[in-house]
C-alpha cells in the first residue's frame, strides 16, 4: 500500500538557520502529496501540496518539490523562525482506488526552533 | 468562516459511561474521518466516512463507533469508554484525498 517514510525528530535549530525534513514516499499511480503543520496546542493544518511530478508547492516560505524519480518530497525552508517550532506531517500519498478516505499518519517531526 | 468544529474541547470522564463528541463542518466536504494522536504513536486514524451512510474502519476502530446521518455531522462515539482511549481526537473533512484536510481543534479525553 502507499506510505511514507519521515525523517525522525526532533530537530532543534538556532533561528535563520536552513531546514530540510526528508519524506519518501512509495505509491501506485500518481498520487498528490502533502505536508501538514501541528502547532501547540492546535490541529494540524494544510502547509502545502503538489499534485504532480515536478511541482513545488509551497507556503510561508516553506517549499517541497514533488521528485518522481526518487519518490520524495522532502520539506524546506532557508531561514526558520522561533514561530516555526511546531511538529511536521509528511501525509502518505492518497491511497486511491478502494481505499478514499484512508489516511494515517505517522509520528511526524518535532522541529524547535530557538532564538 | 470555513472549519470544522468539535466539541467538547476537554472532557473528563469515568469508565463505562457512554459519551458522544461532536464533529461539524461547513464546508460542504464529502470525507470525514476521526484521529487519535497519542505520544510516541502519531496520529491513527479510527474511523472515516466517504459520505452519508458510507462509513469504514481506520487503523484502530476497536472501541469506537460512528455514525454519518448527515452531510455535515460525524460524531464519535464511545460506548464503554476504558482509560486506554485517554487521547487526543481530531476530526478531520475534505472534499477528497486529491485536495488535503481540514482539521478541528481537538477534543482531550480523559478516561478515568
Same mark, same amino acid.
Given at each position: 500500500g502507499n506510505s511514507v517514510t519521515q525523517m525522525e525528530g526532533p530537530v532543534t535549530l538556532s533561528e535563520e538557520a536552513f531546514l530540510t525534513i526528508n519524506c519518501t514516499y512509495t505509491a501506485t499511480g500518481y498520487p498528490s502529496l502533502f505536508w501538514y503543520v501541528q502547532y501547540p496546542g492546535e490541529g494540524l493544518q494544510l502547509l502545502l501540496k503538489a499534485t504532480k511530478a515536478d511541482d513545488k508547492g509551497s507556503n510561508k516560505g516553506f517549499e517541497a518539490t514533488y521528485r518522481k524519480e526518487t519518490t520524495s518530497f522532502h520539506l524546506e525552508k532557508g531561514s526558520v523562525q522561533v514561530s516555526d517550532s511546531a511538529v511536521y506531517f509528511c501525509a502518505p500519498p492518497n491511497a486511491g482506488g478502494t481505499s478514499y478516505g484512508k489516511l494515517t499518519f505517522g509520528q511526524g517531526t518535532i522541529l524547535t526552533v530557538h532564538p | 468562516e470555513a472549519q470544522v468544529t468539535q466539541n467538547p474541547r476537554y472532557l473528563i470522564t469515568v469508565t463505562g459511561k457512554k459519551l458522544t463528541v461532536t464533529c /461539524?463542518?461547513?464546508?460542504?466536504?464529502?470525507?470525514?474521518?476521526?484521529?487519535?494522536?497519542?505520544?510516541? =504513536?502519531?496520529?491513527?486514524?479510527?474511523?472515516? /466516512?466517504?459520505?452519508?451512510?458510507?462509513?469504514?474502519?481506520?487503523?484502530?476502530?476497536?472501541?469506537?463507533?460512528?455514525?454519518?446521518?448527515?452531510?455535515?455531522?460525524?460524531?464519535?462515539? =464511545?460506548?464503554?469508554? /476504558?482509560?486506554?482511549?485517554? /487521547? =487526543?481526537?481530531?476530526c478531520a473533512s475534505s472534499h477528497g484525498d486529491f485536495v488535503g484536510y481540514t482539521f478541528g481543534s481537538g477534543t482531550r479525553l480523559t478516561v478515568v
Open positions: - | /461539524s463542518q461547513n464546508m460542504n466536504h464529502e470525507y470525514m474521518s476521526w484521529y487519535r494522536q497519542d505520544p510516541g =504513536l502519531g496520529l491513527r486514524q479510527i474511523y472515516y /466516512s466517504m459520505n452519508v451512510e458510507v462509513t469504514d474502519k481506520g487503523d484502530v476502530p476497536e472501541g469506537y463507533k460512528v455514525s454519518r446521518k448527515e452531510k455535515r455531522n460525524f460524531p464519535l462515539i =464511545l460506548e464503554s469508554p /476504558s482509560p486506554n482511549q485517554t /487521547s =487526543l481526537y481530531f
